[in-house]
């Protein structure tokens, strides 16, 4: 399937669903207070298109969104690059990581904000929690799938530990850290906005949310503000997928080659992890 057939099919699936939700606003099933219809909703989107305020409020969830991400990888990559690198140091800390990264962030709220004080610093301190764990955890995968044959070379040709991280094992760990990336930024856009519509302190698409849900008849702007927040997650996540076909060209033709040779469409590819069982994308292990 083409790029064309998925935008094509993406598209209709999108129109289907505002159908359903227009046919059931219109037909009564629902009270109108509770799901207006969709036509109205769109409408009251594109409204607040031209609403300086609320145009001050996305900017504010998108630079506490931009600098949690930001700082997620500044500490996710290196620390997954030494992890990665220093079996000791992650056999180290393995425990701790494990304890921390289910801990959902929305919980911390109330300990984070006696710590930072309510304010874009608790934001984005949140944000920051949640989004390291994909890039963490991708960055680290990707080390242990660099093909250990490049770096025996440039061990025989006397390139240090640096230089085989720099030439071969970053290059090659580029594209999971990418992908955790994408990952990270879909998770900062939800913590951004459930952190100021939980908060309810502040500006932000969340607090616009929170504000039109305490109104008389702030449905639609409720639901406006949701479909705001969609839209930019969509547009995020499309301009990171841009990214990743130009940066990483050869990932796209080798899911492409892989789909095509597996049988019956299985995309599955299986790998040989470091102790010689074969695992599959996910990292399971698979008997031989």
Not at 28 to 48: F, H, Q, T
Not at 95 to 108: K, Q
Not at 202 to 214: D, N, T, V
Not at 230 to 245: A, C, D, F, K, Q
């Amino acid at each position: 399937m083409n790029r064309r057939q998925e935008l094509t099919l993406g598209a209709l699936g999108v129109l289907l669903a505002l159908g359903a939700c227009e046919a059931v606003g219109r037909a009564g099933l629902v009270r109108r207070s509770y799901l207006p219809p969709a036509s109205e909703v769109l409408a009251r989107a594109v409204e607040l298109a031209a609403d300086r305020a609320f145009l001050d409020d996305v900017a504010v969830t998108l630079r506490a969104w931009a600098l949690g991400l930001g700082i997620a990888c500044a500490i996710a990559i290196p620390l997954g690059l030494l992890l990665g690198s220093v079996p000791v140091v992650d056999d180290a800390v393995r425990a701790v990581i494990e304890f921390l990264r289910p801990l959902p962030s929305v919980a911390l709220i109330p300990l984070v904000s006696l710590l930072l004080g309510s304010g874009t610093e608790t934001e984005v301190a949140l944000i920051a929690y949640a989004s390291i764990w994909p890039i963490l955890f991708n960055t680290v995968y990707g080390l242990g799938e660099t093909a250990p044959l490049a770096k025996d070379t440039l061990r025989a040709f006397g390139f240090g530990r640096l230089s085989i991280l720099l030439r071969v094992e970053l290059p090659a760990t580029a594209p999971f850290i990418a992908a955790g990336l994408r990952i990270s930024a879909a998770t900062a856009l939800v913590l951004a906005t459930a952190t100021e519509l939980l908060s309810g302190f502040g500006q932000g698409l969340g607090i616009f949310i929170a504000q039109a849900q305490l109104a008389t008849d702030g449905t639609r702007d409720v639901l406006a503000g949701v479909v705001w927040a969609g839209v930019l997650g969509l547009v995020i996540n499309g301009v990171l997928v841009w990214g990743e076909r130009r940066a990483f060209p050869w990932r796209a033709g080798a899911r492409g080659a892989a789909g095509a040779s597996a049988p019956g469409g299985l995309r599955t590819r299986r790998r040989f992890g470091r102790g010689g069982a074969r695992r599959d994308d996910h990292g399971e292990g698979v008997s031989s």
